[in-house]
């Protein structure tokens, strides 16, 4: 059973920084594209970045380039989305989902982050 | 605004069917495959369409999707209680180098 279980959320302050983490298993998690998917409260849905399978190959929305970095740690089944300079509009579940070919499969369950002074 | 366009909502009573169009350019419904993800009230969105119409395993055949040109339509049959969810479509836009969801659609059932 595939199972993406994300982690690393919490409340940080505007301007600070946090690192979210998804543990996959029930794959081979080595030959997948990994994605970041975010979801403001009571707002839709907005794509995040992605990584190819090797961690070579990285997008990012525009909203978040230059701020937000991703990884991928194949040997340990895990991605990261590493967030810098951190915004209230950054104020969101983060969703990690894993991709087959131009479409999203799998979803964790989420963690929420909250940008907030 | 969202790349893509959708109804912000649709309803139907039991039993009927309702459709929900999303709306794309050549960028990205246009040159690539369009999926379709429903979100049931407070849970995470699944995959129920991709491939424009394939249905992942234990997706019913009451929900089915199309496309033409660089728009694309889900549509749901027997609507059922079950059914009342934010419907969202999405596709790669290679303009953007970016994955672009719709704004949703949320599906009432009378």
């Known amino acids: 059973e595939v199972q993406l279980v994300e982690s690393g959320g919490g409340l940080v302050q505007p301007g600070g920084s946090l690192r979210l983490s998804c543990a996959a298993s029930g794959f081979t998690f080595s030959s997948y594209w990994m994605n970041w998917v975010r979801q403001a409260p009571g707002k839709g849905l907005e794509w995040v970045a992605n990584?190819?399978?090797?961690?070579?190959?990285?997008n990012f929305v525009d909203s978040v380039k230059g701020r937000f970095s991703i990884s991928r740690e194949n040997d340990k089944h895990s991605m990261y989305l590493q967030m810098n300079s951190l915004r209230a509009e950054d104020t969101a579940v983060y969703y990690c989902?894993?991709?087959?070919?131009?479409?999203?499969?799998?979803w964790g369950q989420g963690t929420l982050v909250t940008v907030s002074s | 605004q969202s790349v893509l366009t959708q109804p912000p909502s649709v309803s139907a009573a039991p039993g009927q069917k309702v459709t929900i169009s999303c709306s794309g350019s050549?960028?990205?419904?246009?040159?690539?495959?369009v999926s379709w993800y429903q979100q049931l009230p407070g849970t995470a969105p699944k995959l129920l369409i991709y491939d424009m119409d394939k249905r992942p395993s234990g997706i019913p055949d009451r929900f089915s999707g199309s496309k033409s040109a660089t728009s694309a339509t889900l549509g749901i049959t027997g609507l059922q209680t079950g059914d009342e969810a934010d419907y969202y479509c999405?596709?790669?836009?290679?303009?953007?180098?970016?994955?672009?969801f719709g704004p949703g659609t949320k599906v009432t059932v009378l």
């Open positions: 990584i190819n399978p090797d961690g070579s190959g990285k």
């Open positions: 050549s960028s990205n419904i246009g040159a690539n495959s």
């Open positions: 989902t894993r991709a087959g070919g131009n479409y999203l499969v799998y």
């Open positions: 999405g596709a790669w836009d290679n303009s953007l180098s970016a994955y672009v």
